[in-house]
């Protein structure tokens, strides 16, 4: 492991550990205790999404080991993102359970409006806009070097499938982003939906991968 990955490790559980203390003080009575148990959906939801975030990087990482300058320039700026990121999407997560649950499950950040729903929704999905961004611009990065790494067919398509993933989940934010502040005064707030069509990116993906593979195995039995 570089210094460069250790300091994101790092940064990844002290993001995860914010999350923790942002549930609320150790429960003191039975009622405390339902209430904290109430918490738990969202800041599940909230720690799925870090840790996608930071088992790409970690997988990018372990395959392919680039330690230059833009690459620790762009794992530095990851880091950063993800610092700032981690309160709205404990925000957004919140609010979503507690819409859904008919306010069973609680959240201390309310809002008086539909469009003030959609700034927030506007404000996470900028935030995992620019870090699909800085995804995709690593494994760019190491798309640019396949020569230099002497990356193998397989490295190689996988690396097109992280690229169409996470040029996919750029775009679909960005849309999010778009949608809820044009209609921020209307139907903003349902911006969100976007996110339904994630899914078939991953589908897309990796038919995309089977395709790939089933070429190059072809072209080997034809050599």
């Known amino acids: 492991m570089t210094r ?3 300091f994101s490790d790092a940064a990844f559980a002290f993001a995860v550990t914010m999350l923790v203390i942002s549930l609320s003080t150790i429960p003191e009575n039975y009622e405390e205790l339902l209430a904290a148990t109430r918490r738990v959906p969202s800041f599940t939801a909230s720690f799925a999404v870090m840790m996608l975030i930071w088992v790409t990087h970690r997988r990018w990482s372990q395959r392919f080991g ?3 300058g833009v690459s620790t320039f762009l794992t530095l700026l990851l880091v950063l993102v993800v610092l700032i990121y981690v ?4 925000l957004i997560m919140d609010l979503m359970f507690y819409a859904f649950s ?3 499950f609680p959240s201390d950040f309310l809002v008086s409006n539909t469009a003030q729903v959609a700034v927030l929704v506007a404000i996470f999905s900028a935030g995992f806009f620019l ?5 995709l611009g690593l494994h760019l990065r ?3 070097k396949t020569d230099e790494l002497c990356l193998n067919q397989l490295e190689q398509v996988l690396i097109n499938k992280e690229i169409f993933v996470w040029g996919g989940q750029a775009i ?3 849309l999010v ?11 903003g707030y349902l911006a969100g939906i976007v996110y339904s069509l994630t899914p078939l990116i991953f589908l897309l993906a990796s038919l995309r991968t089977r395709s790939e593979l089933r070429n190059n195995l072809c072209e080997d039995i034809e050599e």
């Open 172 to 174: 679909l934010a960005f």
């Open 177 to 187: 982003v778009l949608m809820a502040l044009i209609f921020r005064s209307s139907l």
């Open 87 to 90: 309160y709205p999407l404990k």
């Open 102 to 104: 008919q306010s069973l």
């Open 142 to 144: 190491v798309a640019s």
């Open 131 to 135: 870090i699909a961004l800085i995804q």
């Open 4 to 6: 460069i990955e250790v």
């Open 66 to 68: 680039l330690d230059d």
